[in-house]
């Protein structure tokens, strides 16, 4: 599973490679809860990827299965 990470006032997303679903929202709610500054995540080629929690913008989940290949339906 993929998250997408808008940052504000920047002209691209953050793509990360994550566990799944409940891995992101409980990483995000706890972060806000403790106040942290960044959150930090590794990215698919093993780099350190901090996001600052007060520029987040929006995070869209997508998950791998939903990419179709191919002409087929």
């Known amino acids: 599973m993929k998250a ?21 929202v409980e990483r995000l709610e706890s972060a806000y809860r403790d106040g942290l500054p960044i959150l930090w995540f590794k990215n698919a080629n093993g ?10 913008a929006f995070v869209e989940l997508v998950d791998d299965r939903d990419q ?6």
């Open 47 to 56: 780099h350190d990827i901090g996001v600052p929690l007060g520029r987040i």
């Open 68 to 73: 179709a290949v191919g002409f087929g339906r």
């Open 4 to 24: 997408r990470i808008g940052i504000a006032d920047a002209g691209r997303e953050i793509e990360v490679e994550v566990a799944g679903r409940d891995e992101v």
